[in-house]
């Protein structure tokens, strides 16, 4: 064999092997990508039949539709929850396939529209019948679904069923309901009696030379306020946690606001021995504040009476300052500073807690229902504060609170409230009133009250009578009522009703209620049926006195 038949065979034999590598390294090739793609296929059918478990096993209803509005997928909830098959539902819309009110069908094609062209989810509820008969309650959620490129190719929803949550919270609405309607007829039927009481005892009390006597009726009265402080606490309570309250805005004097707060607190400081050193520095401006001042008195008294009640030594320090002032906006900081007993770190975890104190012997030794700082802290977060709290046992508390109010400029007209306390203690009136009133015992205290400002009032004990009482007066071209001072609840015809056919007559006797219902909303129902003012029972001579003067002018 020569060189070049050698050269040949070397040859064939290098291309020959080469081929076979090739080969081999392609077929392994094949072999590995068969055995990925088996892997990445049997990973996409466990996948798959994870995601077809879930989805025919979940509680929840789901569906999917495409952009026409037809069902593509629905699972086995589903088909349970509209007693239809799935085969029956596909490429059909929700009106052709389910078996729902027209107003629901119409509410479902409004949603899926939304999210169809406005690529948005969306959260709806509704009372969809149930193939038993029953209605349930369904809270459905409907979310665009899009494909690679963004666009949207469908729509996905879910469908959760809400039926025992709603009767549950129906069921806490309505004990809640109760709970509160129970506490309103307590607070009715305990302070018509009050108002006898604490009416009886003033007067009794400013007609007695005897000191015995009158140290009794003192103990009386102090008592008797006590347990109406107790019952409006129970009261605003219970406003509060059925998220009731509803603040004022309307413009008040803060240094005569606080002037109140330091004279409703100061005989309790007094009767302790411990100072009290009230300071505010609010500028004289010539502006009043507008808010609620009937709450933020509550707020400061509430805190300073706190602070007295646990304060045996020294004193209580409370100061009033505006921080910032910027056009007509006032940020006030208040702050009630003692040197009582003081708490420690667990005692302030509990202090806003309703009818909680910080210990039972703190309960047994000072009393109290627990409910002054809870509700103080619940106004302040109401108006926009926060209430913060530092304490050392044995040294004393500090609460402190920011609140910030639009001012306006004080006008002549407006009533400066001090002016009238002031003035108010030997009034004289030329005024004929008229008393709506069905209690006897209520009947005899107003009386009294009224006559010792020189009214001689027309008493009647039901709306129809003090209805035909102005009735009488118009058709007669007599004078009429000055005033009326108007019961709500009474038999025959009530207040609310007696004061709209009163008015009915175009009769403009200002109309004030007088009643122990101070629940809620109250107030603005009486002004809705005409009624311009309210004296909430049970009440002092100086507070009707007070209410009076707002509509009656005093002998010069």
Known sequence: MNVESVLIWLQ??????????????????????????????????????????????????????????????????????????????????????????????????????????????????????????????????????LDKSGDIAGLVGLSRDITMRKLTEEAFESSLKAKTSFIANMSHEIRTPMNSIIGFSELALSDTKNPKVKLHLSRIMENSNWLLHIINDILDMSKIESDKIDLENIPFNME???????????????????????????????????????????????????????????????AVKVVESIGSIRKVHFEVRDTGIGMNKTQLKYIFEPFMQADVSITRKYGGTGLGLPIAKNFIDLMGGTLEVSSIPGVGSNFSFSLTFETVTKKSQVKSILKDLKTLSAP???????????????????????????????????????????????????????????????????????????????????????????????????????????????????ELWTCIVKYVDQKK
Do not use: W
């Open 256 to 318: 005569e606001l606080l002037l109140q707060c330091q004279t409703s607190v100061q005989n309790r400081a007094i009767g302790k021995n411990i100072n009290l050193s009230f300071v505010t520095d609010i500028p004289n401006d010539n502006r009043l504040f507008m808010g609620d001042p009937i709450r933020l008195r509550q707020i400061v008294t509430n805190l300073a009476v706190n602070a007295v009640k646990f304060t045996n030594v020294g004193g209580v320090y409370i």
């Open 12 to 145: 064939t034999f290098v291309i020959v092997i080469v081929f076979v590598v090739l080969f081999a390294n392609r077929y392994r090739e094949r072999i590995r990508v068969k055995k990925l793609v088996k892997e990445q296929t049997q990973t996409l059918e466990l996948e798959s039949a994870m995601l077809h478990s879930i989805f025919e096993s979940a509680p929840d209803v789901m569906f999917f539709m495409n952009t026409n509005l037809e069902y593509i997928r629905v699972n086995k909830a589903f088909e349970q929850m509209f007693n239809a098959k799935a085969e029956d539902v596909l490429g059909k819309t929700t009106a052709n396939a389910l078996n729902l009110p027209p107003e629901t069908a119409a509410n479902f094609n409004k949603l899926e529209m939304y999210v169809l062209h406005e690529q948005k989810s969306t959260v709806s509820e509704d009372h969809i019948p149930l193939p038993d008969g029953s209605m349930g309650v369904y809270e459905t959620k409907i979310v665009p679904m």
């Open 428 to 542: 004289n009136f030329d005024a004929d009133i008229l008393v709506c009133e069905d209690n006897d015992m209520n009947q005899l205290v107003i009386q009294e009250h009224l006559a010792r400002i020189g009214i001689n009032p027309t008493i009647v004990e039901d709306g129809k009578k003090g209805l035909d009482e102005v009735e009488h007066r118009k058709n007669n071209n007599l004078p009429p009522f000055d005033l009326i001072l108007m019961d709500v609840h009474m038999p025959i015809m009530d207040g609310l009703e007696a004061t709209t056919k009163i008015l009915a007559l175009g009769v403009e006797t200002p109309i004030l209620a007088m009643t122990a219902n101070v629940m809620y909303n109250d107030i603005e129902t009486y002004r809705k049926h005409g009624m311009i003012d309210c004296i909430g029972k049970p009440f002092t001579s100086q």
